[in-house]
């Protein structure tokens, strides 16, 4: 299976479908069809892994070099690792990316309310509430700031975890 249709695979999956705002079934053609029409240079997808095994995907969308900014995303494709440290493991690297190397200053994230883990996520790396787009959905910002500020901890604990490990 191909990187796309991997992500469409696990876009399509209950425990993911479910902790989205868009959880309509995602056909193959019609995915292929969207992922060509991408600008690589407003969209980036990454697939995360541990172990040689895929678990994952972040992504940054609607990149904006003008304003600085872009919506981060991230989503766990096996179920088996939804609560491991990967996940936020893949998140840092994701950000570290965007606000070091693409020197972006704001990112954006829309999350249903109710998906908790997402939300607790978030809150951990500086995201802050900023207004409700509908009932269920709200929308939130992270500046480059919050995040050094807010990740600082996380960062020498992945650190650290990773000198252990080796």
């Known amino acids: 299976m191909d990187d796309i249709q991997l992500i469409r695979y696990w876009r399509n999956l209950d425990h993911v479908r479910r902790r989205m705002v868009m959880t309509d079934y995602i056909e193959r053609n019609g995915h292929r069809k969207w992922f060509d029409s991408l600008n690589d240079d407003l ?3 990454f697939i995360f892994s541990l172990d040689s095994k895929d678990i994952g995907c972040v992504n940054m969308t609607k990149i904006n070099f003008i304003d600085k900014t872009f919506e981060g995303g991230v989503f766990c494709g096996d179920a088996s690792y939804l ?17 070091f190397d693409l020197k972006l200053e704001k990112s954006f994230a829309t999350i249903l309310k109710d998906n908790k ?8 790396l500086g995201y802050k509430f ?7 959905i709200g929308r939130f910002v992270l500046t480059r700031a919050e995040y050094v500020s807010a990740s600082e901890k996380i960062q020498r604990y992945l650190r650290d975890f990773a000198k252990q490990s080796m």
């Open 43 to 45: 969209v980036r997808y």
């Open 83 to 99: 609560n491991h440290w990967v996940n936020i493991w893949a998140c840092v690297k994701l950000y570290n990316f965007a606000f």
């Open 117 to 124: 883990p997402a939300l607790s996520l978030n809150k951990s």
């Open 130 to 136: 900023i207004e409700d787009v509908e009932q269920n």
